[in-house]
Protein backbone atom coordinates (compact mmCIF):
# COMPACT_ATOMS: atom_id res chain seq x y z
CA UNK A 1 0.00 0.00 0.00
CA UNK A 2 1.32 3.25 -0.61
CA UNK A 3 1.83 5.64 1.94
CA UNK A 4 -0.30 8.52 2.79
CA UNK A 5 1.34 11.99 1.74
CA UNK A 6 1.77 14.37 4.42
CA UNK A 7 1.98 17.88 3.68
CA UNK A 8 2.41 20.28 7.21
CA UNK A 9 2.34 23.99 6.02
CA UNK A 10 3.86 26.28 9.38
CA UNK A 11 3.73 29.56 9.21
CA UNK A 12 3.20 32.49 12.11
CA UNK A 13 -0.84 34.36 12.36
CA UNK A 14 -1.60 35.69 9.02
CA UNK A 15 0.48 34.14 7.16
CA UNK A 16 -1.59 32.67 4.47
CA UNK A 17 -1.51 29.01 5.52
CA UNK A 18 -5.48 28.45 5.03
CA UNK A 19 -5.06 29.53 1.92
CA UNK A 20 -2.82 27.88 0.45
CA UNK A 21 -4.36 24.67 1.93
CA UNK A 22 -7.11 25.75 -0.45
CA UNK A 23 -5.40 26.21 -3.36
CA UNK A 24 -3.21 22.97 -2.65
CA UNK A 25 -6.09 20.66 -1.64
CA UNK A 26 -7.92 21.64 -5.18
CA UNK A 27 -4.86 21.17 -7.36
CA UNK A 28 -5.07 17.46 -5.95
CA UNK A 29 -8.18 16.80 -6.44
CA UNK A 30 -8.04 18.28 -9.91
CA UNK A 31 -4.93 15.37 -10.31
CA UNK A 32 -7.25 13.21 -9.55
CA UNK A 33 -6.12 12.39 -6.04
CA UNK A 34 -8.08 12.30 -2.40
CA UNK A 35 -7.18 15.13 0.20
CA UNK A 36 -8.06 14.91 3.69
CA UNK A 37 -7.17 18.29 5.79
CA UNK A 38 -6.17 18.74 9.44
CA UNK A 39 -6.59 22.22 10.81
CA UNK A 40 -5.58 23.10 14.31
CA UNK A 41 -6.15 25.60 16.69
CA UNK A 42 -6.06 26.61 20.70
CA UNK A 43 -9.79 26.89 20.91
CA UNK A 44 -13.03 25.55 18.98
CA UNK A 45 -14.97 27.05 16.59
CA UNK A 46 -12.34 27.64 14.19
CA UNK A 47 -13.03 29.97 10.72
CA UNK A 48 -10.67 28.10 8.80
CA UNK A 49 -12.00 24.40 9.43
CA UNK A 50 -15.40 26.14 8.79
CA UNK A 51 -14.14 27.88 5.59
CA UNK A 52 -12.36 24.85 4.19
CA UNK A 53 -15.31 23.09 4.57
CA UNK A 54 -17.81 25.35 3.10
CA UNK A 55 -15.63 24.94 -0.07
CA UNK A 56 -16.32 21.51 -0.22
CA UNK A 57 -13.12 19.65 1.35
CA UNK A 58 -13.19 17.06 3.72
CA UNK A 59 -11.68 18.71 7.26
CA UNK A 60 -10.94 17.42 10.55
CA UNK A 61 -10.20 19.89 13.57
CA UNK A 62 -7.63 19.42 16.49
CA UNK A 63 -8.42 22.18 19.28
CA UNK A 64 -7.21 23.11 22.71
CA UNK A 65 -3.65 22.95 22.08
CA UNK A 66 -1.04 22.76 18.95
CA UNK A 67 -0.06 19.68 16.90
CA UNK A 68 2.58 18.78 19.13
CA UNK A 69 0.99 19.07 22.46
CA UNK A 70 -1.69 16.98 21.07
CA UNK A 71 0.20 14.63 18.81
CA UNK A 72 -2.39 11.49 19.23
CA UNK A 73 -5.41 13.45 18.30
CA UNK A 74 -3.90 14.44 15.05
CA UNK A 75 -3.20 10.81 14.55
CA UNK A 76 -6.85 9.87 15.50
CA UNK A 77 -8.10 13.11 12.85
CA UNK A 78 -5.81 11.15 10.11
CA UNK A 79 -7.46 8.12 11.07
CA UNK A 80 -10.93 9.25 10.55
CA UNK A 81 -10.43 10.99 7.72
CA UNK A 82 -9.21 7.52 6.42
CA UNK A 83 -12.62 6.04 7.85
CA UNK A 84 -14.30 5.55 4.47
CA UNK A 85 -11.93 6.02 2.00
CA UNK A 86 -7.87 6.15 2.41
CA UNK A 87 -6.17 9.72 1.30
CA UNK A 88 -3.63 10.33 -0.74
CA UNK A 89 -2.70 13.28 0.45
CA UNK A 90 -3.20 14.90 3.90
CA UNK A 91 -2.92 18.65 4.38
CA UNK A 92 -2.45 19.73 8.19
CA UNK A 93 -1.90 23.62 9.14
CA UNK A 94 -0.74 23.58 12.67
CA UNK A 95 -1.39 26.68 14.86
CA UNK A 96 0.36 30.35 13.98
CA UNK A 97 2.02 30.82 17.38
CA UNK A 98 3.67 27.38 17.77
CA UNK A 99 7.39 26.53 16.50
CA UNK A 100 9.58 23.44 17.52
CA UNK A 101 7.30 21.17 14.87
CA UNK A 102 10.19 19.26 13.18
CA UNK A 103 10.86 17.87 16.87
CA UNK A 104 7.31 17.19 18.07
CA UNK A 105 5.79 16.60 14.69
CA UNK A 106 8.05 15.51 11.62
CA UNK A 107 10.32 13.57 13.86
CA UNK A 108 7.84 11.52 15.83
CA UNK A 109 5.76 10.70 12.50
CA UNK A 110 8.54 9.49 10.21
CA UNK A 111 9.32 6.87 13.15
CA UNK A 112 6.72 5.60 14.72
CA UNK A 113 4.37 5.73 11.40
CA UNK A 114 7.29 5.74 8.60
CA UNK A 115 5.65 2.41 6.69
CA UNK A 116 2.24 4.40 6.71
CA UNK A 117 2.98 8.00 6.42
CA UNK A 118 5.60 9.44 4.11
CA UNK A 119 6.19 13.17 5.31
CA UNK A 120 6.74 15.83 3.01
CA UNK A 121 9.18 18.69 3.33
CA UNK A 122 8.22 20.95 5.95
CA UNK A 123 7.67 24.38 4.98
CA UNK A 124 6.89 27.66 6.38
CA UNK A 125 5.00 30.66 5.45
CA UNK A 126 6.85 33.66 5.56
CA UNK A 127 4.53 36.75 7.29
CA UNK A 128 5.50 40.05 5.30
CA UNK A 129 4.04 42.65 7.13
CA UNK A 130 5.29 41.33 10.55
CA UNK A 131 8.82 39.35 9.23
CA UNK A 132 10.30 42.49 7.14
CA UNK A 133 9.71 44.58 10.07
CA UNK A 134 11.14 41.75 12.73
CA UNK A 135 14.38 40.74 10.34
CA UNK A 136 14.95 44.34 10.05
CA UNK A 137 15.06 45.00 13.80
CA UNK A 138 12.57 47.38 13.89
CA UNK A 139 9.27 47.69 16.14
CA UNK A 140 7.11 44.89 14.99
CA UNK A 141 4.38 45.51 17.19
CA UNK A 142 5.09 42.74 19.50
CA UNK A 143 7.70 41.83 22.04
CA UNK A 144 11.13 40.42 21.51
CA UNK A 145 9.76 36.84 23.00
CA UNK A 146 6.94 36.82 20.44
CA UNK A 147 9.34 37.64 17.55
CA UNK A 148 11.60 34.98 19.04
CA UNK A 149 8.92 32.21 17.90
CA UNK A 150 8.58 33.57 14.27
CA UNK A 151 12.16 33.33 13.91
CA UNK A 152 12.08 29.87 14.77
CA UNK A 153 9.32 29.35 12.84
CA UNK A 154 11.43 29.83 9.77
CA UNK A 155 14.41 28.20 11.13
CA UNK A 156 13.03 25.18 11.62
CA UNK A 157 11.81 24.96 7.48
CA UNK A 158 12.80 23.13 4.48
CA UNK A 159 11.21 25.43 2.14
CA UNK A 160 10.51 29.19 3.07
CA UNK A 161 7.23 30.05 1.33
CA UNK A 162 7.61 33.81 0.46
CA UNK A 163 3.87 34.67 0.50
CA UNK A 164 1.61 37.63 0.15
CA UNK A 165 3.81 38.86 -2.92
CA UNK A 166 0.71 40.31 -4.86
CA UNK A 167 1.06 42.92 -1.95
CA UNK A 168 4.57 43.88 -2.10
CA UNK A 169 6.50 46.23 -4.24
CA UNK A 170 8.81 44.49 -6.62
CA UNK A 171 11.51 45.97 -4.16
CA UNK A 172 10.17 44.70 -1.09
CA UNK A 173 10.37 41.03 -2.26
CA UNK A 174 13.63 41.38 -3.02
CA UNK A 175 14.90 43.08 0.38
CA UNK A 176 12.77 39.96 1.78
CA UNK A 177 14.37 37.51 -0.02
CA UNK A 178 17.78 38.88 0.31
CA UNK A 179 17.25 39.28 4.35
CA UNK A 180 15.85 36.18 4.68
CA UNK A 181 18.61 33.93 2.36
CA UNK A 182 21.13 35.90 4.25
CA UNK A 183 19.33 35.16 7.89
CA UNK A 184 19.00 31.08 7.00
CA UNK A 185 21.75 30.63 4.40
CA UNK A 186 21.11 27.59 2.11
CA UNK A 187 17.44 26.76 2.93
CA UNK A 188 15.08 27.72 -0.78
CA UNK A 189 12.98 30.75 -0.43
CA UNK A 190 10.24 30.42 -2.57
CA UNK A 191 8.08 34.35 -3.51
CA UNK A 192 4.37 32.71 -3.72
CA UNK A 193 1.18 34.24 -3.77
CA UNK A 194 -1.77 31.83 -2.51
CA UNK A 195 -4.20 34.14 -3.26
CA UNK A 196 -3.23 35.01 -6.96
CA UNK A 197 -1.77 31.32 -7.46
CA UNK A 198 1.53 33.03 -8.57
CA UNK A 199 4.22 30.96 -8.12
CA UNK A 200 2.51 27.88 -6.83
CA UNK A 201 3.88 25.28 -9.52
CA UNK A 202 7.42 25.70 -7.80
CA UNK A 203 5.83 25.03 -4.12
CA UNK A 204 4.00 21.80 -5.37
CA UNK A 205 7.11 20.98 -7.11
CA UNK A 206 9.09 21.58 -3.44
CA UNK A 207 6.84 19.53 -1.49
CA UNK A 208 6.88 16.73 -3.91
CA UNK A 209 10.34 16.21 -3.50
CA UNK A 210 11.64 13.01 -1.80
CA UNK A 211 15.18 13.31 0.47
CA UNK A 212 16.65 13.81 4.06
CA UNK A 213 14.00 16.48 5.21
CA UNK A 214 13.03 17.38 8.37
CA UNK A 215 16.36 17.30 10.45
CA UNK A 216 16.54 20.99 11.82
CA UNK A 217 15.81 20.45 15.66
CA UNK A 218 15.86 23.74 16.90
CA UNK A 219 17.89 24.70 19.97
CA UNK A 220 14.86 26.02 21.58
CA UNK A 221 14.23 28.44 25.05
CA UNK A 222 10.58 26.77 25.99
CA UNK A 223 10.35 29.74 28.78
CA UNK A 224 10.82 32.33 25.91
CA UNK A 225 8.66 30.55 23.78
CA UNK A 226 6.02 30.12 25.96
CA UNK A 227 5.93 33.78 27.21
CA UNK A 228 6.21 35.15 23.92
CA UNK A 229 3.05 33.07 22.87
CA UNK A 230 1.06 33.50 26.08
CA UNK A 231 1.79 37.54 25.16
CA UNK A 232 -1.10 37.03 22.33
CA UNK A 233 -4.85 37.21 23.59
CA UNK A 234 -6.88 34.28 21.99
CA UNK A 235 -10.57 35.07 21.37
CA UNK A 236 -13.30 32.43 19.22
CA UNK A 237 -17.24 33.64 19.65
CA UNK A 238 -19.58 32.36 17.89
CA UNK A 239 -22.92 34.24 17.53
CA UNK A 240 -26.38 34.27 15.58
CA UNK A 241 -26.99 37.50 13.81
CA UNK A 242 -30.38 38.39 12.96
CA UNK A 243 -32.40 40.73 11.55
CA UNK A 244 -36.09 41.46 10.05
CA UNK A 245 -34.90 42.80 6.97
CA UNK A 246 -32.20 41.51 4.64
CA UNK A 247 -28.99 43.21 4.82
CA UNK A 248 -25.19 42.12 2.91
CA UNK A 249 -23.61 39.67 4.71
CA UNK A 250 -19.83 40.79 3.24
CA UNK A 251 -20.22 44.27 4.08
CA UNK A 252 -21.41 43.45 8.16
CA UNK A 253 -18.19 41.24 8.08
CA UNK A 254 -16.37 44.20 6.89
CA UNK A 255 -17.67 46.59 9.04
CA UNK A 256 -17.02 44.16 12.30
CA UNK A 257 -13.47 43.61 11.38
CA UNK A 258 -12.92 47.11 10.48
CA UNK A 259 -14.51 48.38 14.10
CA UNK A 260 -12.49 46.00 15.76
CA UNK A 261 -9.50 47.11 14.24
CA UNK A 262 -10.12 50.60 15.36
CA UNK A 263 -10.75 49.82 18.81
CA UNK A 264 -7.89 47.77 18.96
CA UNK A 265 -5.51 50.51 17.74
CA UNK A 266 -6.95 52.16 20.21
CA UNK A 267 -5.86 50.73 23.23
CA UNK A 268 -1.76 50.16 20.80
CA UNK A 269 -3.09 46.66 20.44
CA UNK A 270 -0.98 44.86 17.64
CA UNK A 271 -2.77 42.47 15.49
CA UNK A 272 -1.91 39.17 14.59
CA UNK A 273 -4.81 37.64 12.95
CA UNK A 274 -8.51 38.94 13.10
CA UNK A 275 -10.95 37.03 11.05
CA UNK A 276 -14.78 36.46 10.16
CA UNK A 277 -17.22 34.30 8.93
CA UNK A 278 -20.34 34.36 8.35
CA UNK A 279 -22.74 31.32 7.39
CA UNK A 280 -25.95 31.33 6.08
CA UNK A 281 -28.02 28.53 4.27
CA UNK A 282 -24.86 27.12 1.95
CA UNK A 283 -23.54 30.91 1.25
CA UNK A 284 -20.23 32.11 3.26
CA UNK A 285 -18.00 35.06 3.48
CA UNK A 286 -14.97 35.66 5.07
CA UNK A 287 -13.03 39.11 5.94
CA UNK A 288 -9.58 39.33 7.47
CA UNK A 289 -7.08 41.44 9.32
CA UNK A 290 -3.78 40.50 9.21
CA UNK A 291 -1.72 43.17 10.96
CA UNK A 292 -2.88 46.85 12.88
CA UNK A 293 -2.08 49.10 10.22
CA UNK A 294 -3.43 46.98 6.75
CA UNK A 295 -7.00 47.09 5.62
CA UNK A 296 -9.33 44.56 6.25
CA UNK A 297 -9.74 42.35 3.22
CA UNK A 298 -12.83 40.67 2.14
CA UNK A 299 -11.21 37.37 1.11
CA UNK A 300 -13.57 34.95 0.48
CA UNK A 301 -16.97 37.26 -0.89
CA UNK A 302 -20.59 35.07 -0.33
CA UNK A 303 -22.12 38.39 -2.72
CA UNK A 304 -25.14 37.27 -0.20
CA UNK A 305 -27.80 38.94 1.42
CA UNK A 306 -29.34 37.60 4.57
CA UNK A 307 -31.48 37.89 7.41
CA UNK A 308 -29.74 35.93 9.47
CA UNK A 309 -26.40 34.30 9.52
CA UNK A 310 -24.13 32.34 12.30
CA UNK A 311 -21.29 35.09 12.46
CA UNK A 312 -17.66 33.46 13.88
CA UNK A 313 -14.81 35.63 14.70
CA UNK A 314 -11.31 34.64 15.73
CA UNK A 315 -9.01 37.27 16.85
CA UNK A 316 -5.40 36.78 17.99
CA UNK A 317 -4.01 40.04 19.40
CA UNK A 318 -1.36 41.82 21.82
CA UNK A 319 -3.79 42.27 24.37
CA UNK A 320 -5.73 41.56 27.48
CA UNK A 321 -8.10 38.56 26.10
CA UNK A 322 -10.64 39.59 28.47
CA UNK A 323 -10.17 43.21 26.84
CA UNK A 324 -10.42 41.43 23.30
CA UNK A 325 -13.69 39.94 24.35
CA UNK A 326 -15.22 43.28 25.82
CA UNK A 327 -14.55 44.96 22.69
CA UNK A 328 -15.57 41.67 20.26
CA UNK A 329 -19.54 42.24 21.86
CA UNK A 330 -19.07 45.85 21.77
CA UNK A 331 -18.51 46.05 17.92
CA UNK A 332 -21.14 43.05 17.36
CA UNK A 333 -23.66 45.16 19.12
CA UNK A 334 -23.37 48.43 17.36
CA UNK A 335 -22.85 46.69 13.76
CA UNK A 336 -25.98 45.03 15.06
CA UNK A 337 -27.98 48.13 15.89
CA UNK A 338 -27.07 49.74 12.72
CA UNK A 339 -28.58 46.94 11.26
CA UNK A 340 -31.78 46.46 13.27
CA UNK A 341 -30.52 43.13 13.73
CA UNK A 342 -29.75 41.43 17.11
CA UNK A 343 -26.40 39.60 18.11
CA UNK A 344 -26.93 36.40 20.20
CA UNK A 345 -23.82 34.88 22.03
CA UNK A 346 -23.59 31.15 21.55
CA UNK A 347 -19.95 30.65 22.50
CA UNK A 348 -17.12 32.86 23.47
CA UNK A 349 -13.63 31.55 24.59
CA UNK A 350 -10.87 34.43 25.60
CA UNK A 351 -7.55 33.09 27.01
CA UNK A 352 -4.07 33.11 26.72
CA UNK A 353 -2.01 30.27 25.61
CA UNK A 354 -0.48 27.78 28.40
CA UNK A 355 2.74 26.57 28.14
CA UNK A 356 3.45 23.80 25.59
CA UNK A 357 4.01 20.34 26.55
CA UNK A 358 4.85 18.49 24.09
CA UNK A 359 3.85 14.29 23.64
CA UNK A 360 6.74 13.56 21.98
CA UNK A 361 10.13 15.86 21.45
CA UNK A 362 13.30 14.26 19.42
CA UNK A 363 16.68 15.49 20.25
CA UNK A 364 17.85 14.72 16.63
CA UNK A 365 15.80 13.44 13.91
Given at each position: ???????????F????????????????????????????????D????????????????????????????????????????????????????????????????????????????Y????????????????????????????????????????????E??????????????????????????????????????????????????????????????A???????N???T????????????????????????????????K??????????????????????????????????????N?????????????S??V??????RR??????????????????????????
Open positions: MKPIRFIMLGGLGAGKTTSMGRLAKHFQDQGLKVGLVTNDQAVLVDTHTLREQGFKVEEVAGACFCCKFDDLVEKVGKLGAQELPDIILAEPVGSCTDLVATVVAPLKDLYGKTVSVSPAVLFKPSHGLRILRKESSGFSPKAAYIFEKQLEEADIIVLNRVDMAPGEVAEVTALVKSKFPGVPVLPVSAKTGKGMEAFIEALSLEGNFGKRILDIDYDTYAEGEELGWMNSMQFSNEEFPLDEVLLEVVGEMQKELSEHVAEVAHLAIGLWEGFFGVANLVNSHGKPQLSLPSNARAREISLIIARVAIDPVILKDINKVGRVADKAVATAEKTQSFRPGRPTPTHRYAKA
